[in-house]
């Protein structure tokens, strides 16, 4: 059976026993051109309140790849990291706040970056699917205990935790601090990590460059966009008090690429005005589905969409170098009331998220630098805000092969304690090449609603010549009966390779959604029992000369009476015995 174009993904709720055998701080290897008493600057984009922050990651490596020749899992990867330490030696110092708020790198005795090591009793087996992010993975990620949220003043800049397990793999859990690096430029270091391990000498390319002078503020500053990513917005819709009044849980969803490829068509308008980008289609469907699930009152409640934009190819004057590893994002902010956002297509949706993605230019980036040094924000702001994050492009799995090769899985762990925020993630398995995993927080009663609207991609589309457009995806051959009784199964086989019709007969059938895939149609069907009320729901491969009448228009659309006449025509099909 294949596998069906999105996937719901559970993961066990469990609790991990393990015991620390030792934390140990990690110096560079070598000399390094900084003294203690000696400070950095970070740039506004580094010291943006949303970069104030650990980004947790968690890599899991399987047993069979681990020599037992080999040194400790935990001595390869300190010496390797006091190596990577020497070029990178920002990330051996600490943060500062300065007298107006602003945060840099300073330099004391006796710093460096932590390492803790860890053995559990449990088989790498007993985390359940590690191809699913998982919440109850959090021990394997270091906290101080009672450390605050948020935290990053006089930490350690990297923390890392490797857990042994019973089997003998392990894991390795990760916390970078936001404000030296974004995601690529951790992506960079790990990298460099990585290969260092693996080889046992220093590997460094492309070589690390600091340079956070490059987007010094302007004198005078000169804010010339709104910037309303960054606004204190009071918080007057039912959004941000559904989901931090209630315990919201992590939901996750294995998106394939064909449907990724089906829901870009279907956000491109009709009169071809413009071409969107598949993450401009995912984001506008995402966020139309999580603000339908929730239900956000009142209806003209203005609300948010952000996500980081890299800005590295904008930059001509001057160009960055290669090997920069620094914050170079813009948030680039949609918004639309939730009226609009509820009722309009898909392509109206996915309209203002290009926007908003195409906004991002040299001089917002400059403009960016300056607000936040004229009106540098103290909190983050979620007043009627969803935030999505990209990570698909990063080379999570392919850079941190660091000897024992790719990671089962490699990325976050849990959201709900930031429940507005959308991760899109890259699937570690390389044979499902463009599969994404997308996860996203919900109060646990409107799971259900999110997954009707967000895996469904319920929406119509009306054509000029009448044909309708309706999503919804399951897999082939899947087939969930409801209601009671003998329920109808038009033109699928049953159990004995039978077409399926109840007692009463086929009374009614209607097309939820009509698929174009090159000359074959897919189509999602329902039918209804006169006497039992029920209905079963699959997906069927339609011949396509039943069809043409669509598809020779080159739409991808089919006209409702010629479907429906299709339907009673082709899958009406003997009585189950």
């Given at each position: 059976?294949?596998?069906?174009?999105?996937?719901?993904?559970?993961?066990?709720?469990?609790?991990?026993?393990?015991?620390?055998?030792?934390?140990?701080?990690?110096?560079?290897?070598?000399?390094?051109?900084?003294?203690?008493?000696?400070?950095?600057?970070?740039?506004?984009?580094?010291?943006?309140?949303?970069?104030?922050?650990?980004?947790?990651?968690?890599?899991?490596?399987?047993?069979?790849?681990?020599?037992?020749?080999?040194?400790?899992?935990?001595?390869?990867?300190?010496?390797?990291?006091?190596?990577?330490?020497?070029?990178?030696?920002?990330?051996?110092?600490?943060?500062?706040?300065?007298?107006?708020?602003?945060?840099?790198?300073?330099?004391?005795?006796?710093?460096?970056?932590?390492?803790?090591?860890?053995?559990?009793?449990?088989?790498?087996?007993?985390?359940?699917?590690?191809?699913?992010?998982?919440?109850?993975?959090?021990?394997?990620?270091?906290?101080?205990?009672?450390?605050?949220?948020?935290?990053?003043?006089?930490?350690?800049?990297?923390?890392?935790?490797?857990?042994?397990?019973?089997?003998?793999?392990?894991?390795?859990?990760?916390?970078?601090?936001?404000?030296?690096?974004?995601?690529?430029?951790?992506?960079?270091?790990?990298?460099?990590?990585?290969?260092?391990?693996?080889?046992?000498?220093?590997?460094?390319?492309?070589?690390?460059?600091?340079?956070?002078?490059?987007?010094?503020?302007?004198?005078?500053?000169?804010?010339?966009?709104?910037?309303?990513?960054?606004?204190?917005?009071?918080?007057?819709?039912?959004?941000?008090?559904?989901?931090?009044?209630?315990?919201?849980?992590?939901?996750?969803?294995?998106?394939?690429?064909?449907?990724?490829?089906?829901?870009?068509?279907?956000?491109?308008?009709?009169?071809?005005?413009?071409?969107?980008?598949?993450?401009?289609?995912?984001?506008?469907?995402?966020?139309?589905?999580?603000?339908?699930?929730?239900?956000?009152?009142?209806?003209?409640?203005?609300?948010?969409?952000?996500?980081?934009?890299?800005?590295?190819?904008?930059?001509?004057?001057?160009?960055?170098?290669?090997?920069?590893?620094?914050?170079?994002?813009?948030?680039?902010?949609?918004?639309?009331?939730?009226?609009?956002?509820?009722?309009?297509?898909?392509?109206?949706?996915?309209?203002?998220?290009?926007?908003?993605?195409?906004?991002?230019?040299?001089?917002?980036?400059?403009?960016?630098?300056?607000?936040?040094?004229?009106?540098?924000?103290?909190?983050?702001?979620?007043?009627?805000?969803?935030?999505?994050?990209?990570?698909?492009?990063?080379?999570?799995?392919?850079?941190?092969?660091?000897?024992?090769?790719?990671?089962?899985?490699?990325?976050?762990?849990?959201?709900?304690?930031?429940?507005?925020?959308?991760?899109?993630?890259?699937?570690?398995?390389?044979?499902?090449?463009?599969?994404?995993?997308?996860?996203?927080?919900?109060?646990?009663?409107?799971?259900?609603?999110?997954?009707?609207?967000?895996?469904?991609?319920?929406?119509?589309?009306?054509?000029?010549?009448?044909?309708?457009?309706?999503?919804?995806?399951?897999?082939?051959?899947?087939?969930?009966?409801?209601?009671?009784?003998?329920?109808?199964?038009?033109?699928?086989?049953?159990?004995?390779?039978?077409?399926?019709?109840?007692?009463?007969?086929?009374?009614?059938?209607?097309?939820?959604?009509?698929?174009?895939?090159?000359?074959?149609?897919?189509?999602?069907?329902?039918?209804?029992?006169?006497?039992?009320?029920?209905?079963?729901?699959?997906?069927?491969?339609?011949?396509?000369?039943?069809?043409?009448?669509?598809?020779?228009?080159?739409?991808?659309?089919?006209?409702?009476?010629?479907?429906?006449?299709?339907?009673?025509?082709?899958?009406?099909?003997?009585?189950l015995k």
């Amino acid at each position: 059976m294949a596998l069906p174009w999105v996937q719901e993904l559970h993961f066990a709720h469990l609790k991990i026993s393990l015991t620390i055998d030792g934390i140990v701080p990690v110096m560079p290897s070598s000399s390094i051109p900084a003294s203690p008493g000696d400070s950095l600057y970070l740039s506004n984009l580094d010291d943006m309140i949303g970069a104030r922050v650990f980004t947790p990651t968690i890599y899991f490596y399987q047993s069979g790849n681990i020599n037992s020749s080999q040194k400790p899992v935990m001595k390869i990867l300190g010496d390797a990291l006091a190596q990577v330490l020497v070029p990178y030696y920002p990330l051996s110092g600490r943060l500062r706040e300065t007298e107006n708020g602003k945060l840099e790198v300073f330099f004391g005795p006796k710093q460096g970056a932590l390492m803790v090591e860890a053995h559990s009793e449990m088989a790498l087996a007993d985390l359940g699917d590690l191809t699913v992010p998982n919440p109850g993975w959090e021990p394997l990620i270091f906290k101080f205990p009672d450390e605050e949220p948020y935290k990053v003043l006089d930490m350690p800049l990297v923390i890392a935790q490797v857990t042994v397990f019973r089997c003998g793999g392990f894991s390795l859990g990760l916390r970078l601090c936001h404000c030296i690096c974004d995601g690529i430029g951790a992506m960079q270091f790990v990298g460099a990590w990585a290969a260092t391990a693996k080889a046992g000498t220093l590997i460094t390319n492309p070589q690390p460059c600091w340079e956070r002078e490059l987007f010094l503020p302007r004198n005078p500053p000169v804010a010339k966009f709104r910037h309303v990513e960054f606004m204190r917005i009071e918080e007057g819709s039912s959004l941000t008090m559904s989901l931090w009044q209630t315990k919201p849980v992590q939901k996750c969803y294995r998106v394939s690429r064909e449907f990724q490829s089906h829901l870009k068509n279907l956000a491109q308008p009709d009169d071809d005005a413009f071409s969107c980008t598949t993450f401009d289609a995912m984001a506008a469907h995402i966020w139309r589905s999580w603000v339908r699930a929730l239900d956000v009152k009142p209806l003209n409640y203005e609300l948010r969409l952000t996500f980081s934009v890299n800005a590295r190819q904008k930059l001509q004057n001057p160009p960055l170098k290669d090997g920069f590893y620094g914050n170079v994002l813009c948030v680039a902010c949609a918004t639309s009331t939730v009226s609009k956002l509820v009722n309009e297509r898909l392509s109206d949706t996915t309209r203002l998220v290009r926007e908003a993605r195409l906004n991002v230019s040299e001089e917002y980036l400059k403009s960016t630098v300056d607000f936040i040094e004229v009106d540098r924000p103290k909190q983050l702001e979620f007043g009627g805000k969803l935030t999505i994050t990209q990570w698909t492009r990063f080379s999570i799995y392919e850079g941190s092969d660091f000897g024992w090769a790719r990671p089962i899985y490699a990325g976050p762990i849990d959201l709900t304690p930031t429940p507005q925020v959308c991760v899109f993630l890259p699937e570690g398995n390389a044979d499902l090449n463009g599969t994404m995993v997308m996860c996203i927080c919900l109060p646990e009663v409107v799971t259900d609603k999110f997954t009707e609207n967000a895996v469904v991609a319920k929406q119509e589309e009306q054509s000029e010549g009448g044909g309708f457009w309706v999503g919804r995806v399951v897999a082939r051959g899947e087939m969930r009966r409801r209601g009671r009784g003998n329920a109808i199964l038009c033109g699928a086989e049953g159990a004995d390779g039978e077409g399926v019709q109840c007692e009463g007969g086929c009374v009614e059938c209607q097309s939820d959604f009509v698929h174009n895939v090159g000359w074959r149609f897919a189509v999602l069907w329902r039918v209804y029992c006169r006497d039992f009320r029920g209905s079963i729901e699959g997906e069927l491969e339609v011949v396509e000369a039943d069809l043409r009448h669509g598809v020779a228009r080159g739409q991808g659309l089919v006209e409702e009476d010629d479907l429906q006449g299709c339907f009673k025509k082709v899958f009406c099909g003997p009585r189950l015995k």
